[in-house]
Structures are given as structure tokens and as C-alpha cells.
């Protein structure tokens, strides 16, 4: 892949008060989110003695402990917390945040630490064993929602607080003469210190940002010389070697995604070519070779929560962490700000309305850890979402995930504004206008798009995260319309008149002086694909899956009966859309034939020919499986002749 | 199954020194173990430090540390030794086994314990804890170990250790006041309790080992109560409710079938008819629902080791330990010997034939712990043999099954023998009369036996573990061949004269004055069999299998090239019988025509339509893999159209 020159390519997210859903697929998770999710995270925080740790009043001998990654689920729900609250105004839940982030500061040590279960329970042991313990992770998510806290509420006291434990790193950690040459064992901070550093304006934390990412995997190797880590562990903590030089995406899936963001952050605002590239391989490696279709990653069965080898693809054992591909959409995502490339929102989107949300269910408050594409008596994983687990970081992850879906599906610099993902929403620019989706994406590909005059005068504060924008979006400007990889054919027009564009980069762009009562028509061809894996991957062999835009389709047996593993499907019919039983309204499942082959007999291996049956097949989007109570579900289909 | 009365169907094994094989394929098995297997694990045993924890000088702050189950590997090889001594005399090999035997017995502490971890290392340990520690399944090993040390050397001094070692089991346990009512965790000690039982005709052994079946699982619970193991950990030890009461093979499966050896053992020699059932229907369950088609058991990928549920038959992730193949035949021997149906002999001739031989090289010194179904980039276990395990009970065990391959071919009571398996063989029958078999079984299904004059009186000892005959097999007598289960069509011959006989039970017999010169013709016909597993195996679904005679075939990418995972076989075919290249002299590949399937493109998912072209693949016997170097390989291949 060609490099391209950063300058010209920085796109920036839009806030989160400047947009918003109203589509049938992510307006919907979102506020669950707010009604369920977020309260039940609280819950569980309080009932399994999570927030009482910030108190410091755990003992020895307490029938509860401060476990090492228990902060960062706190700091989870307090950023999805604030980021809800940035999305709208909420006096309850501004209430709520603001007893949450006084009791989470009021943990911090006079010295600026603050990690409940180092002060509580191993305060001997503070920044001792980098590579396991999850010090400096928890540290970063307490710094994310600092960060989260501040842009919603405008109060600075958390802030404040995160910038003090992020002094104490920082003089903990560095190549000075005193110091530790150490980074942390699980990625975050990275990225949080970029986060930091942008909210504050503040080099420093960049710097240190920049210093975790260019220590790391360097030899001497800290985690084995000073940690007594194995070397052939290094590569599960993508620290076997500077991540610069790495081309691979490898080890643990979460990790590894976290990092990547870092890097990209750090890439971007230092003008660091080098580290990009080293982004794109690793993104290139990822997508292309060791990505599930749902953009579920991280797929190893051994080696847990882990990517391994190329083509490593199972489907019944996949592990595909909810948080890994909400990891990979945040990297994906980084990518397209810096690059401009519609094919890092192809991901994006592969993964928003796949393998994240699978992981939860509709109702908001049931979760999946693990995704596999296949589920039934064989499987591994659970087989229906679980409300909480000991190690909670997925609940956690889609709290604070969730309020920035309508932000995933908008991008903007000062000359033109991009429709990334094309979600019926509005975003409603500085200069008073207001661009207006409608229609029913993802199940519909005719888009709507209106420019309307606004009462209000939005404002683009400067979104944290990214660079602030020096000018309001001129007239003209660029209307940029992403082409998805999935859509073969599109047409366009402009207050009625066909336009005959091309995409550039996965983009469609239209510049004019917009003005309001502007309309433009999208229309995405939408019919069932047919996707076959490469031909490297073993347990896709003879097997094909069903997408529609940018849905994976998955058979499951509240429609289809038990025994789904005898069902091939004919790749040439006419597909059906039908109404998913069960399922929100609007909700489209795809029908068709199918061959039920089935070995008559009792033996357990026998000779007797097998029998073939021609009936009906419902597929129903992947994401929404087992949301019809306990299922055996299965995405790749073997193909029939 | 209805059961039948068990006293017309006893059957005994011939003693180890009536009895050779010249077939192909055991012979070479049974003396690379004499050549190379036993060395090779005397030689780990000595270098990991498992001979020198018997001479007790192992002290804290030693490198080397008695691990829990250190022993039974030690009683193996010796075990090993002795059987291997049996079977025909060996001055050296004899030298060193009473060498062994004096070093392991003098570790006998003076109340009788004999076990160096908790000797050495835990002392204050000693039986506390049953569940999860080992220390009656080494007590097991040691008394196998020693009974067979005096089956071949006539000497005592290992056996009367043994003995006081199980006088001191025996006191401590049992239901009398001041005693533990506990049992194994990891049984083995009943089968050998019973061997002990037979070999100093002593019934309190078998009372004991009887105690150990029947109080097994009895509530309240001595796991649960006494030891704090969880409830629903039970059924990994098969003692979620008493074994009589259990009718499906689950938990860990080493476990599992040494039970059910026990338990066979103690039903035979009580005549206790409800524990006899409770082993037929565990024994249905496993086989028709729960055996890889190559004998194997245990599949589980998650719960380590064991037996799970109904049809959980995954091929690339299957677990199929080396040690549960030899345990499930040594248990469907015993069955076969207690109720004389040859559907029992079916297993033991799978599992003899194709997932046992799998865990160990030709050349006998690399071993399989785990012995999947398929093999590639994407697997998880080992994808070559090792020389050594750090828990290394598969070695060991080898060492101690091949010298008993003869015995499993032959089968005998007063007044009728049995040719279970058609290897090339001979048989020294007590009259003087040898029965000779001869063919290239299992490659050719035409099979000679012919009756003839003996030069020494070969004599029935008393097999110990069997029950000792009161008769020398009279004139007349009955010939019985087995008609394995893959067998659709075989004629008979006796003396050149054809004969109509209907298989019953699985044999067919033939009772005549058999006299020196007599010739019995077998013909077995033996195409090649395209097998399907049950409908509701989904890892094999729309996949088929081959299997010739006894032996069930796979694809090596030595032979087909990288990718079997693209190849498809039509089952409708003339196969052909092929020349194995770089396998032994005799070797019979599969040879025909499959169907190799590409997606083109390099895209990781894509509407292309796939190529397919005709090209040729060979297979070779499953058991054979892996013996010209790394490789992938797959058992179940898809089915073409």
C-alpha cells in the first residue's frame, strides 16, 4: 500500500452534541445504552464491591478484594457516563457522574497514584510487575474518563486529578537517569495520553505517550530482563519488538488493538511516517489475513484472547472478544481520520453492526465475551449472553462504546464534510446548517440527504481527540459520500439531477456552495452476497456466508430447527427478504432454499448414503442471534452443488 | 442390548508366551517397543530424575522435584519390561528389570506405603488428597507393575511388596470405624487390585477393589464432604453418583475407562450383573456417541482430557489422549472376554488399529499426547511427535501395551478358541497343538489358519487376570473367527471345502476333532468404505471417511500437497490400492479422484466465485501420519458432489 502525505488527509470526528441517530439499527443499541446498559454496569460495579474499593476501607480478611483490573471497569462506566451526557443534557445522570468521579478521586494518594488494589492491597508492589498486573491500563482508562468527564461537564476537578497520576507516571517512567524503562504489559495509556495530552495541550503527556511506544520491545527486553517475563511470552504483548518494526498483528487481540490506536495517535501528531506505516501493515495484516467476516478478531482457541497465524479463522471455537472488535473499530477509525481511506470505515462499519454488537443484546444488559460465528452442542463458549463476569471489561467497554456511534458515522475537516457510515441522522454544522439523513440503512440503500437551516448555532468546540479546527466549514464545501466495499453499484443525484461520480478512495464527493433545502439522493445496490473465504482458510472450505450491505447474516435455530450443520446452501437463487420474526420491526431476514442432508441410521459411523431434502432457510443478522432466547446459530453455511 | 448369562461366555487371553505375531503391521509395532520404546522411556525416566526419587535422597532446594504422578510412570516401563519378558526370554532385558524392581521396591516404607512424592516431599499429605493427587492411581501402576514382574520372572520379592503396599491401602480404607471411605480421583487401582486378586488368589484384594467401585460417588459425597472439591466438578471423576447407577461415559477419559476396566472386573468376578450393565451401557454411550472413528476418546477442548457430551466430535481440536485409546480397549477386551461379543472386539480392533498406533512413530520413540482428527496451520496440538512429556503417561503406557498385541488377537475357553483379530499369529495351544495364521491382515482380508504338530507342550499357566481354565481344550473343540463389523462379505473353507456359516455374536465357528494339517480358509472382502458419521455430528457433516478393513485413512499433505482443507471426494469411485511411498514395505495407500476447490483472489472475504478442478489424492492409514516428517492431515474430507 502507498503512503500517502498526512497533511492533507486529517479528518476530524464531529462532537457528540453536533450529531445524532435516528436509524433503526444504532439509535436503538444507543439508548439501551443509556436505559440499560450504563445503569446495570453501576449495579454490578457497586454489588461486587467495585466502587467500594475507591473508598480504601477494604481490610484483610474482607470477603471481597480489590482485584488488579477492577478500576478500569469503574473508569469505564464513568467515561460512557460522560460521553451520554455529552451526546445530551441529563441533570440525573450529571448528577450520578459527578458522586462517581468525586468518589473515584477521592482514592488518589498524596503523590498523585491512584489504583485502589496497589494502595489496598500491595502498596510494596506499585509499578513492579508491568507485564501482568494491569497497573498502567487501569491508569488509562481512569485518564479516558477524565478526559470524558471534562468535555461533558466542563469541570475540571477529575481532570485534574488524572493529570496528577499522569505526573507521577511520567516521572516514573522514562529513559532519565532514575527512572523505569518499563511500559505497560497491557496497552491504553497510549492512547489515553494522546487524549490527555490534546484536552490540556499539554506536550508532556504526548511525550510519554510517544516514550511507552518507542520503549516498547526494545532490547535489552524490560519484561524479561527486569520482570523475568519469557521471551517467547513477549509476542502475546506485542513486545518482542518495537512496534515500528512490527508488521503483524499479533498476541493478545484487545491489546493489541489499544496499541494500535496509540500508535496511530502518536503517528498522527507527531508526523511520525515510520509508526504509521507500521498502522497500516498491522491493519492490512489484521483485516486481510486474520479478521472473522463480523470483524470479530482475536480468534484463537489456545493462546487466550489472542490473534495467532494467518488464516487462523475457526468459527465454532472463535474466541473474538466483543472488546477486540470494538478495539479494531477505534484503531479503524484513527486510520480514516489520518488517511482519508474509505476502506478503514469499511471496517468501521464491518464491525459496528457485526461483531460488536453481537456481543450484547438488545435489551442492553446481557453480554457476550466471546463471538464465535457458529454456536450449538459442540461449543466452547457460552451460548447465551451472560449479565456480568468476573473479569467485566465487555459490559464496560460497550457503556462507554455505544454514545459515540452517531460520531463513527460523520467525519469533517474545514472544506468538506464526510458521511462515513450512512445511518439516518443528522449533523448540525457551526455554521447553522444541518445535514439530514434519513432512510432505513442499513436494511434500505436508498439515502436521503437534506441540508437544512438550524435554529441554534452549533458549535465545534474543538473535539478532544482531535486537532481543533482553526476554521468553521466554508462555502463551498465537499459533501463526501462513502461507497461501501460491499456495494458493486450506487447512483447519486443532486436536487434530482443524476450526477455520474466516481469513487476515490472509497469516497464520492460533491463540492458546492450547499445551501439549505439542498437534497441529495444516495442509492447503495443492496442485494444478498455470496461471500466465499480465501482459499487459505481451512474452516471456511466449501462454506459460503450471507451479507447484505453491511450485515453478516447467520442462520439460527429459533427459525430454522435444531441440526443447522446439515443445511448447505445453493449460492444461485433468488434470495428473499422477509419480516425476522421475533425481532425489531424493520428488522429484514433473508429467505431461501436449502438441502437438509442428513445420514440415515442410528450407528455412529456407517456406510448408508446419505439423504437429501430440499426446504426453506431463514437467515437473520448476525448481530441479533440469541436474542430470541437459547439458539444454535451458524454463519458459514456449507455451499451446496 | 439384552443381557445374556455371563458363565457361558467367559473367555480367557492366552498366556503372553503361547502367542507371536508375523503379521505387517503389529509385529514391527510390538518390536520397535523391545528395541526403542522401552529404552527410550528407562532413559527419560532416568534423566528427569523419576529413578532417583526412588532412592529417597531427594531433599528440599534440589533441582529436580517427585512430582505426584512420577511413580506410575516408572511402574509402567517396568510393567512394560516384564510383559515384554513374557512374551519371550531376554537375559539383559531380565537383568535390568530385577534391577528396576529392587530399586523401586526398596523406596517401601516399613508400613508398606510405597510413593516418593509423599515420602519425600509431603509426608503429612499421605491420603488427604484423593481427588485430585494421584496416589492411589500410582499404587495402581505398582501393583500392575508387580504382578507382572512375577508373571514373568517367577519371583516375589516386587509382588510381596505390593501386597503389603495394599494391606496398607486396605486397612485404611473401607467402611469400618477409624477408616477413610474415600476412592480414587484418578481410579486405576481397582483393575489392579483385581489382577492381584488373581495372581495370590487372595479375595480381600478384590474386595477392595470392589469397595473402591461400589462406594465411589455414594452420597454424602467423600469429594464434596471431606476434600471441599465442587459438586459440579464430580463428573470429571465419574463420581457425581455411584458407577453401578451411571449409564454415560463422561469426565476425563483415561479416567473413565480404567473405571470401567475395574468395574468390569469386579462384575465378572462377582457376578455382580447390575455393575455388568451399568458397563454395556457406558460402553454403547461411548462408542455410538462419543469414539472419534478412529477409537479415540475424549474430544473435549475445553475440559481437559475428557468425555463430554453426546456427539461432540470436533476433528481438528479433538483431544483423543493416546492413554484413552489403550484404556477403552483394554475395557471392550474385558467385555469381550466376560460376555463373548464381538461387537467389543469391533473397538478394540479400531482402536488397536488406528488411534492407538497414531500416538506413536514407527520408529517408536516419538509420541502423540493428543491424537486429532486433522492437522494444519490451524491446530492446536503438537504437529509432530515428541520424545517426552513432562506429564508423560502416553510413553509409558505404550511401553507396557505392545507386548499384549498377540494376546488381543486370541481368545480361549476349555472347549473353544478364538481368532479375534486376524493378524498373522500362532497360537501354542496346552495340547501341543500350535494354530498358525497367516496373510498380510490388515492389507489383505484372505487369511490361512492352519493346524499344526507342536515340538514343545505349551502350557496354560493360569493367565493371570483371567480365570484359571480347569480343562486343556479338548478334541472336539470349536474355531471361532471374528467377522469384524466393517465386514460385508466373507466365505469360509475348511481343508479346501466351502463352508455356509452364519456370523452369531460376530463369530462364526466351526467345532471339529481338529487335528495337525487341518486348513481353515478366511476371506474376508475388503473394499474400501466411504463412511458417514450420525446426522447430528456436526464437525463431519457433508464430510466423508475411508476406511479398508480395520484401518481408517487420511490425507497427508506429503502425499497431496499444503490445502487438504480445498479437496472434496466423490464418494461414488473405482479406488485404487496404491504403494504408501515412504511408509513400510506393504503399505496400502488409497489412491482416486477429488475435486480441489480455490476461491480465487487474495481478498480475505469476496463474492468470486470458486474454481474447482479434478486432480488426484492418495491416502494413507491414519496411524501412519506424521512419519515422514511435518505435515497436515484430515481424516473427514468433504464430500463432493
Known amino acids: 500500500m502507498k503512503q500517502k502525505p498526512l ?11 453536533a450529531v445524532s441517530l435516528a436509524d433503526p439499527v444504532l439509535a436503538p443499541r444507543v439508548e439501551a445504552n443509556r436505559a440499560a446498559t450504563i445503569p446495570a454496569c453501576l ?15 477494604w481490610k484483610k480478611g474482607d470477603k471481597w478484594f480489590p482485584h488488579i483490573f477492577w478500576d478500569s471497569d469503574v473508569a469505564k462506566v464513568a467515561e460512557g457516563m460522560a460521553r451520554e451526557l455529552a451526546r445530551r443534557p441529563d441533570p440525573a445522570l450529571a448528577a450520578k457522574l459527578d458522586s462517581l468521579a468525586r ?87 497510549e492512547l489515553a495520553l494522546c487524549r490527555l495530552a490534546w484536552a490540556t495541550d499539554e506536550k508532556k503527556y504526548l511525550d510519554l505517550a510517544a516514550y511507552f511506544v518507542n520503549e516498547r520491545g ?20 506485542q513486545a518482542h519488538e518495537p512496534p515500528r518494526e512490527q508488521r503483524e498483528a499479533v498476541g493478545h ?87 482519508g481511506e474509505g476502506r478503514y470505515v469499511d471496517v468501521v462499519e464491518r464491525a459496528l453492526y457485526n461483531g460488536i454488537p453481537s456481543g450484547i443484546s438488545l435489551s442492553g444488559d446481557r453480554f457476550f465475551y466471546q463471538n464465535p460465528l457458529a454456536a450449538g452442542p459442540d461449543s466452547i463458549h457460552d451460548r447465551e449472553r451472560q449479565s456480568w463476569f468476573s473479569c467485566s471489561c465487555c459490559p464496560t467497554n460497550f457503556a462507554r462504546f455505544w454514545p459515540q456511534a452517531a460520531q463513527l458515522c460523520w467525519a469533517w475537516r474545514p472544506d468538506e464534510v464526510r458521511l462515513c457510515i450512512p445511518a439516518a441522522s443528522e449533523f448540525e454544522l457551526e455554521s447553522g446548517m444541518k445535514i439530514v439523513v434519513s432512510g432505513r440503512y442499513p436494511y434500505d440503500g436508498a ?85 466465499r473465504a480465501h482459499a487459505n482458510v481451512g474452516a471456511d472450505a466449501g462454506r459460503l456466508a450471507l451479507q447484505r450491505g453491511p450485515l453478516v447474516y ?25 419480516r425476522a420474526k421475533g425481532l425489531p420491526r424493520g428488522t429484514l431476514a433473508i429467505a431461501g432454499e ?20 430440499r426446504r426453506r432457510f431463514v437467515a437473520i443478522p448476525y448481530a441479533l442471534w440469541q436474542n430470541r432466547g437459547p439458539a444454535e446459530m451458524q454463519v458459514w453455511t456449507r455451499e451446496a452443488p
Open 253 to 339: 487481540a484487545v491489546r493489541w488493538a489499544y496499541l494500535c490506536c496509540g500508535m496511530a495517535d502518536v503517528a498522527d501528531r507527531t508526523g511520525d511516517a515510520g509508526l504509521l506505516e507500521a498502522c497500516r501493515a498491522m491493519w492490512e495484516n489484521c483485516t486481510q489475513r486474520r479478521m472473522l467476516v463480523t470483524g470479530g478478531i482475536g480468534t484463537s482457541v489456545d493462546a487466550t484472547e489472542a490473534i495467532e497465524g494467518d488464516w487462523k479463522l475457526p468459527n465454532l471455537t472463535a474466541y473474538a472478544e466483543s472488546c477486540a472488535s470494538i478495539g479494531l473499530a477505534l484503531f479503524s477509525r484513527r486510520m480514516h481520520e489520518i488517511t
Open 43 to 57: 449495579e454490578f460495579c457497586e454489588k461486587t464491591h467495585r466502587l467500594d474499593a475507591f473508598d480504601l476501607k
Open 447 to 531: 439515502i436521503k440527504i437534506r441540508f437544512e437551516g438550524a435554529f441554534r448555532t452549533a458549535r465545534f468546540p474543538g473535539m478532544l481527540g482531535v486537532t481543533k479546527p482553526s476554521k468553521i466549514p466554508p462555502r463551498p464545501f465537499a459533501l463526501s459520500l462513502r461507497i461501501p466495499d460491499w456495494c458493486g453499484r450506487f447512483s447519486l443525484a443532486v436536487n434530482g439531477k443524476r450526477l455520474a461520480a466516481k469513487p476515490e478512495d472509497g469516497f464520492v464527493s460533491v463540492r458546492r456552495a450547499w445551501k439549505p433545502g439542498d437534497e441529495v439522493a444516495l442509492d447503495l445496490a443492496m442485494p444478498v452476497r455470496v461471500l
Open 554 to 578: 447467520a442462520l439460527e435455530s429459533v427459525d430454522n430447527g435444531p441440526g443447522l450443520h446439515r443445511l448447505s446452501i445453493p449460492a444461485k437463487q433468488d434470495f428473499k427478504l422477509v
Open 594 to 613: 436449502a438441502l437438509e442432508t442428513t445420514r440415515p441410521g442410528a450407528a455412529l459411523y456407517s456406510t448408508a448414503a446419505p439423504r437429501t431434502r
Open 7 to 17: 497533511a492533507p488527509f486529517r479528518f476530524a470526528v464531529p462532537p457528540p452534541s
Open 103 to 189: 468518589r473515584i478521586v477521592a482514592a488518589q494518594q498524596p503523590d498523585g497514584y491512584l489504583n485502589t488494589h496497589f494502595t489496598l492491597v500491595e502498596p510494596e508492589k506499585r509499578f513492579s510487575n508491568l507485564h501482568d498486573w494491569h497497573e498502567l491500563y487501569c491508569a488509562g482508562h481512569l485518564i479516558e474518563a477524565a478526559v470524558a468527564h471534562a468535555e461533558a461537564t466542563g469541570g475540571s476537578f477529575f481532570l485534574d486529578a488524572a493529570r496528577r497520576y499522569a505526573d507521577l507516571i511520567a516521572r516514573t517512567f522514562g529513559r532519565k537517569p532514575g527512572q523505569k524503562r518499563g511500559y505497560p504489559g497491557h496497552e491504553e495509556i
Open 218 to 237: 526494545r532490547e535489552p527486553n524490560y519484561f524479561v530482563k527486569k520482570e523475568g517475563w519469557q521471551s517467547w511470552r513477549l509476542r502475546y504483548l
